[in-house]
């Protein structure tokens, strides 16, 4: 299989793995590695797409590769198209998992770079959006009352501990 080798993504890894989650390529891919950091277990590729052999393709990725025993790949499985998060456009859960999505550099920015402590309307914003992200795999919501129907893994001790 292509996808073994983590320090170096390929084109050709890549259009094995848009090819088993349903894309259709009308010719081979081309892409420029920007960057790739390792963080911790796993490995972040940017990505510029030169070439998308004819899928509507964003022009920048991130592919995320990490430890088969991660649960990230199986967040983005069952995340709601409408949560507030990149939209991924494959996955694979595996040895290693490899997620491969859009990349938000362009209007967004690493909280690292950041200055520390955060002013007070920079720490709601964080806050806020956090929030708002955790509420969105909530079945319901009232913003109201903050009344909500908790995830399965927040309705006893037995089922969070299960899911970590």
Same mark, same amino acid.
């Given at each position: 299989?292509?996808?073994?080798?983590?320090?170096?993504?390929?084109?050709?890894?890549?259009?094995?793995?848009?090819?088993?989650?349903?894309?259709?390529?009308?010719?081979?891919?081309?892409?420029?590695?920007?960057?790739?950091?390792?963080?911790?277990?796993?490995? =972040?590729?940017? +990505?510029?797409?030169?070439? &998308?052999?004819?899928? @509507?393709? /964003?022009?920048? #990725?991130?592919?995320?590769?990490?430890?088969?025993?991660?649960?990230?790949?199986?967040?983005?499985?069952?995340?709601?198209?409408?949560?507030?998060?990149?939209?991924?456009?494959?996955?694979?859960?595996?040895?290693?998992?490899?997620?491969? =999505?859009?990349? +938000?550099?362009?209007?967004? &920015?690493?909280?690292? @770079?950041? /200055?520390?402590? #955060?002013?007070?309307?920079?720490?709601?914003?964080?806050?806020?959006?956090?929030?708002?992200?955790?509420?969105?795999?909530?079945?319901?919501?009232?913003?109201?009352?903050?009344?909500?129907?908790?995830?399965?893994?927040?309705?006893?001790?037995?089922?969070?501990?299960?899911?970590?």
């Amino acid at each position: 299989m292509l996808m073994t080798d983590i320090e170096t993504p390929t084109a050709a890894m890549l259009e094995e793995l848009l090819l088993q989650n349903g894309w259709t390529l009308n010719g081979p891919l081309e892409i420029e590695i920007l960057e790739s950091k390792q963080h911790g277990p796993s490995w =972040m590729h940017s +990505l510029r797409m030169l070439d &998308t052999g004819g899928a @509507d393709i /964003p022009p920048r #990725l991130r592919l995320k590769v990490t430890p088969p025993e991660s649960r990230e790949s199986l967040f983005y499985q069952r995340a709601s198209a409408s949560a507030p998060i990149p939209r991924c456009l494959a996955l694979r859960a595996g040895s290693p998992s490899l997620i491969l =999505m859009e990349d +938000l550099g362009a209007s967004h &920015t690493d909280l690292s @770079d950041w /200055p520390n402590p #955060l002013p007070q309307q920079a720490a709601f914003t964080v806050l806020d959006s956090l929030a708002r992200f955790h509420a969105s795999s909530w079945t319901t919501w009232d913003p109201e009352t903050c009344a909500a129907e908790l995830p399965f893994f927040l309705t006893g001790a037995e089922n969070y501990a299960a899911f970590i």
